[in-house]
Structure formats: structure tokens, C-alpha cells
């Protein structure tokens, strides 16, 4: 059965740095979207992906954040200068990106721990 | 915010069957009902979704009130594997694509 997947699970980093999240989203999709899930809080949504732009951003995702499909399979997270409050779970998800059908089921990957000292 | 109410929690044995309510009153006529979990801190895993009819798929049943208001997810059959937080998710059908999750309810199937 066809997943989305997520590199690395777990990432370290220092304040202040750079970190690139990848995912590689389900091969036919055509829709992306990055959310976060905080220790002990709920899932938050983060932006959603189509058509090499974004669709859709919530308040979470500031000029710290981009995203980027810098080839055919890949779809990538960049936070550019880390805080500590950027210490997350981040989930690439995907759905097939019919024109118009927002009810699209989107497909999960398994995260990335990311951790911020 | 989400726009159901889940109970925080609730215990199932194994083998029987796991009922988890949902209540979403102010749900409108183009929003379907979708159901996800997620175990330990793992992605979030669909289970199954729905606009009005009863649904039915080789992981759960949905089951929806004829006034949409509530619903209902049911595990036919229990295991250990099936403990995980299960989210129940009201979707608009135009406008947005993404979803808003709740605190959802935390199952815990006991052998």
C-alpha cells in the first residue's frame, strides 16, 4: 500500500539553525500539506501545497517558514532559524488533488521528532 | 477550533466492540464527518469518513444520526492494537483543505 514517508525521524538542532524536513508524499498526489503536533497538544495544520504553490497557510507559518518540491518526489519543510518553541512532531501529509474536491482524504507520514536545544 | 466534542477518554475489552461517540451540532449540510487515529505519537491514520449514510470498511463503522448532529465510530472487534487517540474531524466541502484537529478520545483497549 502506497505511504508517505519522512526524513529524518528524529532531528537535534541548535537555536538559531536551519533545518530542512523532507517527506517524500504518495506518488500520484498532487496536494501537500505540513502540520505539527506539540508535546501533549493537538495537531495543528501549517500550510497546504498545490500546483508548486501554497494554497493555504495558517498563523503558525511566519517568514520562518517555507516549503518547497525541489524535484518530482520530494516535498520539503525549512525553518530557517529555529526557537526553541519549534520543538515538534511534523507530519507531511498528502491527498490526490482533485480539482475542487476538498473533501480529499490526506494520507499521513509517520513525522519527524525535530528538537530544539 | 474544532467543531466536535469527544469524551477524553474511554476503556474497551478486548474483543468486544468499541463504540466512540462524536458530537458535532453545528455541523452543515455540505460537511463531512471524518474519523483519524494515532498511535503513540505516530501520524494520524484514517479510518473512514462520511456525509449522511452509514458507512462501512474493513477497519471500522460509521455511524451517523439522521439529523447529522452526532456520530459514532465502532471497532467491531477490539485488540491491544487498536489503544490510540481517535479523532473525530468535521470537513467543509469547499473553501479549505485543511483539517482541525481536536483533543479527540483516548481509547485504551484492555486485555
Known amino acids: 500500500e502506497p505511504e508517505v514517508t519522512q526524513t529524518p525521524s528524529h532531528q537535534v538542532t541548535q537555536m538559531g539553525q536551519e533545518v530542512i524536513l523532507r517527506c517524500v508524499p504518495i506518488s500520484n498526489h498532487l496536494y501537500f500539506y505540513w502540520y505539527r503536533q506539540i508535546l501533549g497538544q493537538k495537531v495543528e495544520f501549517l500550510v497546504s501545497?498545490?500546483?508548486?504553490?501554497?494554497?493555504?497557510k495558517s498563523e503558525i507559518f511566519d517568514d520562518q517558514f517555507s516549503v518547497e518540491r525541489p524535484d518530482g518526489s520530494n516535498f520539503t519543510l525549512k525553518i530557517r532559524s529555529t526557537k526553541l518553541e519549534d520543538s515538534a512532531m511534523y507530519f507531511c501529509?498528502?491527498?490526490?488533488?482533485?480539482?475542487?474536491?476538498?473533501?480529499?482524504?490526506?494520507?499521513f507520514g509517520p513525522g519527524t521528532r525535530l528538537l530544539v536545544l | 477550533d474544532a467543531k466536535t466534542t469527544q469524551p477524553t477518554s474511554m476503556d474497551c475489552a478486548e474483543g468486544r466492540a468499541a463504540n466512540l461517540p462524536c458530537n458535532h451540532s453545528t455541523i452543515s449540510g455540505n460537511e463531512y464527518v471524518y474519523w483519524y487515529r494515532q498511535i503513540h505519537s505516530q501520524g494520524p491514520q484514517y479510518i473512514i469518513h462520511g456525509l449522511k449514510n452509514n458507512e462501512t470498511n474493513e477497519m471500522a463503522s460509521l455511524i451517523i444520526t439522521e439529523d447529522r448532529k452526532s456520530s459514532t465510530l465502532i471497532l467491531p472487534h477490539a485488540t491491544l492494537r487498536d489503544t490510540a487517540v481517535y479523532y473525530c474531524?468535521?470537513?467543509?466541502?469547499?473553501?479549505?483543505?485543511?483539517?482541525?484537529f481536536g483533543t479527540g478520545t483516548r481509547l485504551k483497549v484492555l486485555a
Open positions: 474531524i468535521v470537513r467543509p466541502t469547499s473553501g479549505t483543505y485543511k483539517y482541525i
Open positions: 501545497f498545490y500546483n508548486n504553490e501554497i494554497s493555504e
Open positions: 501529509a498528502s491527498s490526490e488533488g482533485l480539482a475542487g474536491v476538498y473533501q480529499e482524504t490526506q494520507y
